[in-house]
T-cell receptor, first 116, second 115 residues
């Protein structure tokens, strides 16, 4: 089965530094998502992206966050100035048609971000 | 808003034991309900889903029935295997008030099955 690929699997950074988390969604998918899970808490929606623009974002996704699909294959999440509370597992996901059709999301295995 | 509450883990069972992981939800409208599973080192994978009341989703011996009257979607399996050891996430998909749907997840329940 095709896979969503995320790199790196672990990222350690200093508070205040910029990080870019990378994802390669499944090639014929059109909808892209970032979710995160802080240790011991729920998996939380961050942002959805379709047709080269953000279609929805949560209150977590403030000005410090941005997403980009720079080259038609990668989908990146940038955190401009990391905070301790950004430490979490970040999951990328993609789907062909979006959840309106109750279609399943394909998730990557996650990037564990640790902010020191 | 929408929310999902699922049984706190971890859950440890012996092989061939019966499994129940409870999940209840709060949502506006008529959500679709899902169980996702995350095996060690892998991403979340859809295990099963149900899109309307009284639907039963099933896959790999797992079942869950959409119960609107109790707002529940409990996951069950009659006889677990060591290979079922994973984290299980209950989730719902509902219109958030905008034009897009998104998944709302529970915290996840770690299941360990011992031989």
């Amino acid at each position: 089965e095709p896979e969503v690929t995320q790199t790196p699997s672990h990222q350690v950074t200093q508070m205040g530094q910029e990080v870019i988390l990378r994802c390669v969604p499944i090639s014929n998918h059109l909808y892209f998502y970032w979710y995160r899970q802080i240790l011991g808490q729920k998996v939380e929606f961050l942002v959805s992206f379709y047709n080269n623009e953000i279609s929805e974002k949560s209150e977590i996704f403030d000005d410090q966050f941005s997403v980009e699909r720079p080259d038609g294959s990668n989908f990146t999440l940038k955190i401009r100035s990391t905070k301790l509370e950004d430490s979490a597992m970040y999951f990328c996901a993609s789907s062909v048609r979006g959840l309106l059709t109750n279609e399943k999301l394909f998730f990557g295995s996650g990037t564990q971000l640790s902010v020191l | 808003g929408n929310s999902v509450t699922q049984m706190e883990g971890p859950v440890t069972l012996s092989e061939e034991a019966f499994l129940t992981i409870n999940c209840t939800y709060t949502a506006t409208g008529y959500p679709s309900l899902f169980w996702y599973v995350q095996y060690p080192g892998e991403g979340l994978q859809l295990l099963l889903k149900a899109t309307k009341a009284d639907d039963k989703g099933s896959n790999k011996g797992f079942e869950a029935t959409y119960r609107k009257e109790t707002t529940s979607f409990h996951l069950e399996k009659g006889s677990v295997q060591v290979s079922d050891s994973a984290v299980y996430f209950c989730a719902l998909s509902a219109n958030s008030g905008g034009s897009n749907y998104k998944l709302t997840f529970g915290k996840g329940t770690l299941l360990t099955v011992n031989p």
